[in-house]
C-alpha cells in the first residue's frame, strides 16, 4: 500500500485501533506491518490464515467493512495484492 505521507500516521492510528481485532480473526495466525527500507510511504501487511476460506471470511465481515474504506482513503497509488502458500517454515 502506497500512502500520502501526510495520511500515514491516520494509516498507523488505524492500525493500531484494530490490529489485535484483525489478528483476533478466525482463521488468522500472524499479522504483521512492514515498510519499505527507502519509501517509507510504502506499507504492507502480512497475514498468514489457516485456509483462504477463513481469509475470505475476513474480507467479508463487517471488521474489514470498516476498516478498508477508511484505509482506502489514505492511498496515494492502487494497492496490489498477493496470496502465497508457504512450502516451508521453521
Known sequence: MEFHPE???AFLALFEQ???DIAAQPG???LKL???EERTTSISTVSTWDSQEHL???RKST?????WPATKALFSAAPTAE???VLWAS
Open 7 to 9: 495520511k500515514k500516521p
Open 18 to 20: 484494530h490490529k489485535a
Open 28 to 30: 488468522c495466525r500472524d
Open 34 to 36: 512492514v515498510q519499505h
Open 56 to 58: 475470505d471470511a475476513y
Open 63 to 67: 471488521l474489514f467493512a470498516q476498516v
Open 83 to 85: 496470496s502465497r502458500t
